[in-house]
Nanobody, 119 residues
Framework: QVQLVESGGGLVQPGGSLRLSCAASGFPFSTYEMRWYRQAPGKERELVAGLSSFGGTTRYADSVKGRFTISRDNAQNTVYLQMNSLKPEDTAVYYC????????????WGQGTQVTVSS
């Protein structure tokens, strides 16, 4: 049974930091590309960061470049999103995503964790 369980969300003041974690199970984690998406109220889900299966390639949304860092620990089947210098516009539900295959034949989602940036 595939599971992606996010944690680490919460309320933080502008300029603060949070680290999200996503614990994976039920599939060969190290062979999957891992991504973080977010969805703010009234907006479409957007890609925040992505990391290739063995960590060689990363990509980020322009809005988070230089502030967020995605990383993975294949021994622990966990992907992280370190978020620094948080802004109110980063407020959203953050989702972990795992995908694999030439057409993303395998595509799994976590349940999401709320991040609220407010003073």
């Amino acid at each position: 049974q595939v599971q992606l369980v996010e944690s680490g969300g919460g309320l933080v003041q502008p300029g603060g930091s949070l680290r999200l974690s996503c614990a994976a199970s039920g599939f060969p984690f190290s062979t999957y590309e891992m991504r973080w998406y977010r969805q703010a109220p009234g907006k479409e889900r957007e890609l925040v960061a992505g990391l290739s299966s063995f960590g060689g390639t990363t990509r980020y949304a322009d809005s988070v470049k230089g502030r967020f860092t995605i990383s993975r620990d294949n021994a622990q089947n966990t992907v992280y999103l370190q978020m620094n210098s948080l802004k109110p516009e980063d407020t959203a539900v953050y989702y972990c995503n795992a995908r694999h295959g030439p057409f993303d034949d395998y595509n799994y989602w976590g349940q999401g964790t709320q991040v609220t940036v407010s003073s």
